[in-house]
C-alpha cells in the first residue's frame, strides 16, 4: 500500500523565520511528488516534483526531491502570517492515483 | 473554465438518509477523483475515474458508499444509508492525465450527519 508521510505534524513560528517541511514516501511506481497548500477550502498546487537534486522555486519557497532517499522538502524563507496554512504532501503513481500524506499545519504568528 | 464545480456546498442530514453529492470536472480532464477529508484521517482517496471508468474503489469505505461517472462532464458520489462518521468534506478534483501535474480540486461538500 503506498505510503505518504510528513513531518512535523505541526508548527509554530514567527514571522521572518525559515521552515522546512518533510515528506517521505513509499510508493510502487512512482511518477512524480506534488506540494500543495490548503487555507480554509481546497488544497492549491504549488510545486510538482519529478527529478532528484533539481530545486524548484517560487518566490519565498523551494523544493527539491531525493528519490533515491524517498523524501522531499518543503523550504520558505522569510515567512510570513499569509503563510499559515495547512501544506500537502502528495505522490502520484504511474496508474495516476494519488496518495496524499496527513499535511503539516504551519502557523505563522506576528 | 470555471474549475471543478461541486454540488451541495453543506448538507446537514439525518442518519439513515440517502446523501448525493455531485461533481462536474473540468472539460477535457480524463482523470477524477473522489477524496474525503477529516482531522481524524486526513485527504483520503475513495475512488478515481479514468474516461469515465472507475479504476480503482479500493478506498470506499463499505457498500453503503457508491460512485458513478456517467458521461465526461458529471460524476455522482452517493451515500446510502448515511451515518454520522461519514460527516467530513469530500472533494472531488480532475486532472488532464497521468503525469501531467496538478489535481484540480473543487471547493468540497461538506456533510454532516446527524
Known amino acids: 500500500e503506498d505510503k505518504v508521510v510528513q513531518s512535523p505534524l505541526s508548527l509554530v513560528v514567527h514571522e521572518g523565520d525559515t521552515v522546512t517541511l518533510n515528506c517521505s514516501y513509499e510508493v510502487t511506481n512512482f511518477r512524480s511528488l506534488l506540494w500543495y497548500k490548503q487555507e480554509k477550502k481546497a488544497p492549491t498546487f504549488l510545486f510538482m516534483l519529478t527529478s532528484s537534486g533539481i530545486e524548484k522555486k517560487s518566490g519565498r519557497l523551494s523544493s527539491i526531491l531525493d528519490k533515491k532517499e524517498l523524501f522531499s522538502i518543503l523550504n520558505i524563507t522569510a515567512t510570513q502570517t499569509g503563510d499559515s496554512a495547512v501544506y500537502l504532501c502528495?505522490?502520484?503513481?504511474?496508474?495516476?492515483?494519488?496518495?496524499f500524506g496527513d499535511g503539516t499545519t504551519l502557523t505563522v504568528k506576528p | 473554465d470555471a474549475g471543478v464545480i461541486q454540488s451541495p456546498r453543506h448538507e446537514v442530514t439525518e442518519m439513515g438518509q440517502e446523501v448525493t453529492l455531485r461533481c462536474k470536472p473540468i472539460s477535457g480532464h480524463d482523470y477524477l477523483f473522489w477524496y474525503r477529508q477529516t482531522m481524524m484521517r486526513g485527504l483520503e482517496l475513495l475512488i478515481y475515474f479514468n474516461n469515465n471508468v472507475p479504476i480503482d474503489d479500493s478506498g470506499m469505505p463499505e457498500d453503503r458508499f457508491s460512485a458513478k461517472m456517467p458521461n465526461a462532464s458529471f460524476s455522482t458520489l452517493k451515500i446510502q444509508p448515511s451515518e454520522p462518521r461519514d460527516s467530513a468534506v469530500y472533494f472531488c478534483?480532475?486532472?488532464?492525465?497521468?503525469?501531467?501535474?496538478?489535481?484540480?480540486f473543487g471547493e468540497g461538500s461538506r456533510l454532516t450527519v446527524l
Open positions: 478534483a480532475s486532472s488532464p492525465g497521468v503525469g501531467a501535474g496538478e489535481l484540480f
Open positions: 502528495a505522490v502520484e503513481a504511474n496508474a495516476g492515483k494519488s496518495t
